[in-house]
């Protein structure tokens, strides 16, 4: 990991939201090596629930999910925390553009590894730091 990326983030709780299991898993893993505090979800409404009584720093919803799809977690997530950043993940290529305006980031499930911890560093300093979007999405 980038020096710029080390600190102490024990303090930092970050929701993962996603129906996927072994997805979820790997998450949480990765985000508790670097010391953040992980809750996770394998639904919208799960999510939300945990938003409603846990506070959090950082969301990170995946957007095709059955029942609710990740905007419509993320502009729950609004509601309740407004200013916690959302991260949406998708592996999916026909994501409509209004969707990217209730996110404050993009990581492709594809870049996984490689964006979403810079994507997170950049967002919990305050900033509004914005993963490479793949020219599908422009």
């Known amino acids: 990991m980038p020096r710029s990326l080390q600190g102490t983030v024990t303090n930092v709780v970050v929701l993962?939201?996603?129906?996927?299991?072994?997805?979820?898993?790997?998450e949480k893993r990765l985000l508790e090596t670097f010391g953040y505090r992980v809750l996770t979800a394998l639904s919208g409404r799960e999510g939300l629930e945990l938003a409603s009584v846990h506070s959090v720093d950082i969301v990170i919803v995946d957007y095709c999910m059955p029942e609710m799809n990740g905007a419509e977690v993320a502009m729950g997530i609004k509601r309740l925390r407004p200013d916690a950043p959302i991260i949406m993940l998708s592996g999916a290529v026909d994501i409509p553009k209004k969707v990217f305006k209730v996110v404050d980031a993009f990581v492709a499930k594809d870049r996984l590894g490689s964006q979403l911890l810079p994507v997170i560093a950049g967002l919990h300093?305050?900033?509004?730091?914005?993963a490479?979007?793949?020219p599908l999405y422009d």
Do not use: T, V, Y
């Open 16 to 26: 993962c939201i996603d129906d996927h299991p072994a997805i979820l898993e790997c």
């Open 125 to 130: 300093k305050g900033g509004s730091l914005q």
């Open 132 to 134: 490479p979007r793949s």
